[in-house]
């Protein structure tokens, strides 16, 4: 049973199970997104979709979050945590879109990276599931289900992208990170897994791939 073998099987099996994978935050255009995937740190995505609506009432693009204060912007997402950190990111970020790209979201992850509150997962989602490229953003879902598929030790974040990115061929990344997220939360969560549903990682213990 090799990396490949497991690799291919869970491919055909997610291919099966989701054809079509809707990303799982709400969002209008690449700003949206990268506000909703900032405040999902830590937060459900559930919650994050309950809150954005209400911010992008407000702002849903970088001139107009800056004319709220931060503690504005700090009093409707407080429901999604790190609502101090979040706050302070979202608006210096917003204008630093504003002074130095024209009010558009860039699209480079060195770019992505260097705006406030923006860590390289954020970046990746942003890259991918925005403008298209090839990415393989890691949150809790993809890091377990990685570690359970023997497919990554588990010991970091970034050791899972890395081992994710050398087993899966490139042009699967963006369409299959999704497709673990919701396999992951649908059949194998951290806690409560039932071995019959879970039907890739029970596959896999016990070397059936056919």
């Avoid at 990396?3 to 700003?31: G, N, W």
């Avoid at 950190?85 to 558009?104: A, F, H, R, W």
């Avoid at 896999?204 to 791939?209: D, T």
Wanted: charged share 25%; with cysteine.
């Amino acid at each position: 049973m090799t990396k490949k073998e497991r690799a291919a099987f869970i491919m055909e099996t997610l291919d099966r199970l989701y054809p079509e994978v809707p990303i799982p935050l709400d969002h209008s255009d690449p700003y949206t997104l990268l506000i909703a995937v900032l405040l999902s740190a830590q937060c459900t995505d559930i919650r994050v979709n309950q809150i954005t609506p209400l911010l992008f009432a407000k702002a849903d693009n970088p001139y107009d979050m800056v004319k709220l204060s931060i503690e504005e912007i700090q009093d409707i997402i407080r429901p999604c945590g790190l609502s101090p950190m979040k706050s302070k990111g979202i608006y210096g970020l917003s204008q630093i879109l504003i002074e130095k790209y024209d009010g558009q979201v860039p699209q480079s992850f060195e770019a992505l990276e260097s705006l406030p509150a923006v860590g390289h997962k954020t970046a990746s989602v942003v890259m991918s599931q925005a403008f298209g490229v090839p990415a393989f953003p890691v949150d809790t879902h993809i890091h377990r289900m990685l570690y359970r598929w023997n497919l990554s030790s588990g010991k970091s974040v970034k050791q899972t992208e890395a081992d994710a990115k050398k087993i899966f061929p490139r042009e699967k990344w963006n369409l299959l990170h999704l497709q673990i997220i919701w396999y992951a939360r649908q059949y194998s969560p951290a806690r409560g897994r039932d071995p019959k549903n879970d039907i890739i990682t029970s596959a896999i213990g016990r070397k059936e791939f056919r």
